[in-house]
């Protein structure tokens, strides 16, 4: 019978882990930040040169946005840093909002920049310091990059957290209160599931 409460209780708390991230991801709709999209696309774009993971990173980074973009950004041969990740660390600031009609753009939408730092891998295991900014379109709830540019726009973006710049925007409260709220429902969940694993082998121990 604590057998069978035990699972039932396995099976809530597994349920309640899922419910959890089904409502964070409601939470979260609509409200992915740049900083966090950026990042996930160097990272991606990186990993278009390392071994075995090629054909994956390309479509995670096509997702939002070109790789050709990056072009300047890897080397042009894959096997001259031994299909390495193309960058060993990378940084990104905090997004500002562009002036669409000073940039050019004639698609609709909410325009940023977003700074960004690598040291990429270049052959013989050197590494170079690239810098510049993505600019980034947002359309129905999504980010993606529309183009790497060092030029005059990454010159008026805010500085980098490492250069004393503003720290990238953080996670709405909605998802931070979410979070320890699902945290604590699981939490008294799996103390009730261990109380009744530990009331179940004292009973078989002394049965």
Same mark, same amino acid.
């Given at each position: 019978?604590?057998?069978?409460?035990?699972? =039932?209780? $396995?099976?809530? @708390?597994?349920? +309640?882990? !899922?419910?959890?991230?089904?409502?964070?991801?409601? %939470?979260?709709? &609509?409200?992915?930040?740049?900083?966090?999209?950026?990042?996930?696309?160097?990272?991606?774009?990186?990993?278009?040169?390392?071994?075995?993971?090629?054909?994956?990173?390309?479509?995670?980074?096509?997702?939002?946005?070109?790789?050709?973009?990056? =072009?300047? $950004?890897?080397? @042009?041969?894959? +096997?001259? !840093?031994?299909?390495?990740?193309?960058?060993?660390? %990378?940084?990104? &600031?905090?997004?500002?909002?562009?002036?669409?009609?000073?940039?050019?753009?004639?698609?609709?939408?909410?325009?940023?920049?977003?700074?960004?730092?690598?040291?990429?891998?270049?052959?013989?295991?050197?590494?170079?310091?690239?810098?510049?900014?993505?600019?980034?379109?947002?359309?129905?709830?999504?980010?993606?990059?529309?183009?790497?540019?060092?030029?005059?726009?990454?010159? &008026?973006?805010?500085?980098?957290?490492?250069?004393?710049?503003?720290?990238?925007?953080?996670?709405?409260?909605?998802?931070?209160?979410?979070?320890?709220?699902?945290?604590?429902?699981?939490?008294?969940?799996?103390?009730?599931?261990?109380?009744?694993?530990?009331?179940?082998?004292?009973?078989?121990?002394?049965?």
């Amino acid at each position: 019978m604590k057998t069978s409460t035990f699972v =039932k209780g $396995l099976v809530i @708390a597994v349920a +309640a882990m !899922i419910a959890m991230g089904g409502v964070l991801g409601l %939470l979260n709709h &609509g409200r992915s930040r740049p900083e966090g999209v950026a990042e996930n696309w160097l990272t991606a774009v990186g990993d278009t040169t390392r071994k075995g993971v090629e054909a994956d990173a390309r479509s995670r980074a096509e997702k939002i946005g070109a790789v050709s973009l990056a =072009k300047e $950004l890897l080397p @042009a041969d894959p +096997a001259a !840093i031994k299909r390495k990740t193309a960058f060993s660390d %990378l940084e990104v &600031g905090k997004a500002k909002r562009l002036n669409v009609v000073a940039q050019g753009f004639t698609t609709p939408g909410e325009y940023v920049g977003v700074r960004f730092r690598v040291h990429a891998l270049r052959p013989n295991d050197k590494k170079i310091e690239l810098t510049g900014a993505l600019i980034m379109l947002r359309r129905n709830d999504h980010w993606r990059v529309l183009a790497v540019d060092a030029g005059t726009t990454a010159t &008026g973006l805010p500085k980098l957290p490492s250069d004393g710049g503003p720290p990238p925007s953080s996670a709405p409260v909605s998802l931070w209160l979410g979070g320890l709220v699902g945290a604590a429902i699981i939490g008294i969940i799996t103390s009730a599931l261990v109380r009744v694993a530990g009331r179940t082998t004292a009973a078989a121990a002394t049965a």
